[in-house]
């Protein structure tokens, strides 16, 4: 799929903000403060929406493996605001751990660690392996485990790349510090286990972020 047009009237981005799905962590949120199912209905028409319009690998939303890391996030922080609700809709919580078991496939296939120079991309991908993986342990523990040493391993070797000693990212820029602090905390926080613990140096960079 040629996804970037370069004119006036179309912007990818416009599409994949939308498919991050993190509107849906606020609409969690709602439900979980009021009770009220408009909030739990919204959520769950909103995810077999974006699943029936865009099949595994079929779509733009698959292009970039950025987006399917941080959407995979946003979709499994929904489940653990709702998982009261979703265990008694079975049919839903079999839908929400197929998405994230693809998703999770997708990103371990599609690693954007393309060159030396790696980038917020490659932190995104290892977030989202990390979060998904552990999300789904049950299914095949020692596989999963794997897959979440690897990415631990790898977020603890590019954050001695990517941010400098005063907390810095080597990008320069306010937007991606703010963006890989999210990614990075995210991680630490969703991701770490007594098993798979990051590094004190790992935590140090985060405050000095």
Sequence with gaps: IKYIVRDDKTDVKNVWELSRLQHLVTVSKAYVITLDEKFYKFVRESIVSWITSNPYGYSVNWTCNMEVAIR???VILCYELLKERIYKDN???????TMVYYHCKHISENLENYSELRNNHYLANLMGLL??????????????????KFAKFEMQNEI???IYDDGVTYEVSTGYQKLVYEILLFSIVLGETEENKFDIKYIHKLYDM
Excluded: H, T
Excluded at 131 to 148: A, G, M, T, V
């Design 72 to 74: 995979v996030v946003n």
């Design 160 to 162: 001695d790349k990517q």
């Design 91 to 97: 049919e839903f919580e079999i839908i929400i751990k």
């Design 131 to 148: 979060i998904s993986s552990k999300f789904l342990e049950e299914k095949n523990k020692s596989y999963y485990e794997k897959l979440q």
